[in-house]
């Protein structure tokens, strides 16, 4: 039994779509309660087995709505077809299923589980028929790996609004929820078109509406409306009267109101007008004001930020050493938020006490790292800018590039290149890579990053102190070439001095204890942290661990102590040593010792440490030109004097060496805890 609902809220219940009885009412729509069209799901002989009705309004002056009503198939592996008798179309749809229905989603009828198709317009007859389990046998059911046969498949044509697909249908096997679903019909007059009908339309405010559907010029249906501003029966001669006659019913406030044929005018007085303009003008601006105020503070603070963090000093020193190096590069808060992804969590590379690098992407693909500090010392601004200035100009290949900075947030921003394989910490104490490197690497490594420093202490105008050497801050590109990193806490060393006072930073296990006792900060104490990076490279022990006795936490310590007692071979990292590099073992062994002295005087600079790493890897690559131990520590040293007279670049003495020149103009003294 169809349920039938008109727009003026009046009820009718219809027994059948072929019994539907002549409605002279108007609107021209109703409601009628849906009926359901359902598939066996079996098969007979290796068959899909198709079941078919249809739904018939010849007889009556409904059409099926084309725009409110869709045909709906629900099932897995379920195909629907509608087969309209007053139009040569055919149309359908098929909803399969994966066999565990992952893809189904509640609300969605776009394929999985339950799929629709729009219908012709006019049409009066339809045929659906629906066929289960069309894929069951075919060999697309193992492709797309579609459900197991499944048997609650319906078809129907159903109002959009009154039915709302749900995951659980394809297992209810019940149409009780569709059936309690409406379907829309458009009621029409017979078949004739609005010339036809003539006078059908009475009144003279009313008008003729054509109704076309189907094909050809015979299949047309007519329907009456009152004009705009009109109410009533147009179907009546007098069945359309003016809305308002008098104008009261439209009265507004204070407005005074006019009546005219099929329409209506109000006035009001002036304040009224002018109150009703200033309220719609506010409602109209207020999120523009709302906005442009907005952008304006973030333009404020950002300016704000920009002068505190020492932008125009940035702006007078990129000027000044305009042509001696790669500039310094402002980068705004807009380009660096683009490049994170406004600094999400998967684009964070490394965490520390200090601060968060970010990885990013400029527009142009250069591929970055954003250093994201805690805190800054306001007093030390200038010294900052300074810095910052001259770590930009250094170009060394084994020194991580500072690209430049953003000014415009509360704490700076620093951005350098990304070095992408990590750090030497990584590789050698995480136990997935543990012993993976080969000693050739890591002395390769040793190198690289002596080459480095010994460039930072005496090949720059101004000399610089990292002051936090250490294995997580020597990064790694994809061949093994060590790159030291993190220079946020190193100091600029004025080229008159040898040594400064200074408040003790570090890390624990790499710490100078000559440093940490008189806070006199020297290229010496880099030398004694690369010491620590020696032993780790050696033993793959980590710099501080409770795991050795309590008198040997310290990698230092116990480095020391084993070589004393002539230990090496038994602290060395497994499968390092063999007979061809057991003396080259020893030599670098017996560098970091001498790296390790507690007094800073009885260190080696780091381009003796240089000489000799670069002498030992030119000895390990040609055995042939090996010597004894006595001369080539005499060569060496020989070396190592020539080396002392040379007056403030690092000489390249070895073919597989290379230091690349730097010079500054004229530079200021600088000292400064830049941000990390």
């Not at 027994?15 to 021209?28: D, F, G, H, K, N």
């Not at 381009?607 to 520590?633: C, D, F, M």
């Amino acid at each position: 039994m169809f349920h039938a609902r008109l727009r003026n809220n009046l009820q009718c219940f219809l027994q059948s779509t072929q019994a539907i009885p002549t409605l002279r009412s108007y609107p021209s729509q109703v409601r009628v309660r849906n009926t359901v069209f359902s598939g066996t799901g079996f098969h007979r002989n290796g068959t899909p087995v198709s079941s078919v009705a249809s739904i018939i309004l010849t007889d009556t002056p409904f059409v099926l709505n084309n725009t409110a009503n869709k045909f709906t198939v629900i099932g897995c592996n379920s195909l629907g077809l509608l087969y309209p008798q007053d139009v040569n179309i055919t149309t359908g749809c098929l909803s399969v299923c994966n066999d565990k229905r992952r893809d189904v989603t509640s609300g969605h009828c776009s394929g999985l589980g339950c799929c629709q198709d729009s219908i012709p317009e006019g049409t009066r007859t339809i045929h659906v028929e629906i066929i289960e389990n069309l894929l069951d046998d075919s060999k697309i059911k193992d492709l797309y790996n579609v459900s197991t046969p499944h048997t609650c498949g319906y078809a129907f044509v159903v109002e959009q609004e009154s039915y709302r697909f749900e995951a659980s249908d394809l297992d209810r096997c019940s149409s009780s929820k569709i059936e309690s679903s409406s379907l829309v019909l458009d009621w029409v007059i017979g078949n004739e078109t609005c010339e036809a009908a003539g006078t059908s339309c009475k009144g003279m405010n009313s008008d003729c509406v054509g109704f076309g559907y189907g094909s050809g010029s015979t299949s047309r249906g007519y329907r009456c409306r009152c004009k705009d501003g009109y109410v009533g029966n147009p179907y009546l001669s007098s069945g359309c009267p003016d809305k308002d006659v008098d104008g009261q019913s439209h009265r507004q406030g204070n407005g005074t109101c006019s009546n005219s044929f099929g329409s209506y005018s109000c006035s009001f007085p002036l304040p009224v007008v002018l109150v009703f303009g200033c309220l719609l003008f506010v409602i109209l601006l207020a999120p523009s004001v709302y906005m442009c105020t907005k952008r304006r503070e973030l333009m404020n603070l950002k300016q704000k930020y920009f002068r505190q963090n020492g932008g125009f000093l940035l702006i007078q020193q990129i000027a000044f050493h305009e042509g001696s190096g790669e500039p310094t590069k402002i980068f705004t808060t807009q380009e660096l938020a683009e490049a994170t992804d406004d600094y999400a969590e998967s684009r964070v590379v490394g965490r520390g006490g200090s601060g968060t690098v970010y990885k990013g992407t400029l527009c142009n693909s250069r591929v970055i790292a954003v250093k994201k500090s805690r805190m800054v010392d306001r007093n030390r601004i200038n010294e900052f800018i300074n810095e910052v200035v001259v770590l930009t100009q250094i170009n060394h290949r084994n020194v991580v590039k500072l690209l430049g900075c953003c000014l415009e947030t509360e704490v700076p921003l620093l951005v350098y290149e990304y070095v992408p394989n990590e750090s030497l910490h990584y590789h050698i104490h995480n136990p997935s890579r543990r012993g993976l490197i080969p000693w050739e690497d890591r002395l390769r490594i040793a190198t690289g990053t002596a080459s480095a420093l010994a460039y930072l202490h005496s090949a720059v105008v101004v000399p610089i102190i990292h002051r936090d050497i250490k294995s997580s801050n020597i990064l790694l590109e994809d061949n093994y070439t060590a790159k030291v990193a993190d220079f946020g806490a190193s100091r600029l060393i004025p080229a008159d001095q040898s040594q400064i006072t200074t408040l003790v930073k570090g890390t624990l296990g790499y710490l100078d204890p000559e440093y940490f006792q008189t806070n006199r900060l020297t290229e010496k104490s880099d030398v004694y942290s690369f010491g620590v990076v020696l032993a780790e490279l050696l033993t793959g022990q980590l710099p501080v661990s409770s795991q050795r006795p309590e008198a040997q936490n310290n990698l230092s310590s116990y480095f020391i102590q084993a070589m004393q007692q002539g230990r090496l071979v038994q602290i060395l990292e497994p499968r390092l040593a063999n007979e061809r590099n057991i003396e080259q073992l020893e030599a670098i062994a017996d560098l970091a010792m001498r790296c390790l002295r507690l007094k800073g005087e009885e260190r080696p600079t780091m381009k003796e440490v240089v000489l000799e790493l670069a002498g030992s890897r030119r000895i390990y690559k040609h055995p042939w030109h090996q010597v004894n131990r006595e001369e080539t520590r005499f060569l060496l040293d020989e070396k190592r004097d020539i080396l002392r007279a040379e007056s403030s670049s690092v000489v390249n003495l070895y073919s597989d060496i290379s230091f690349e020149q730097y010079s500054i103009n004229s530079c200021g003294t600088f000292s400064m805890d830049l941000p990390r």
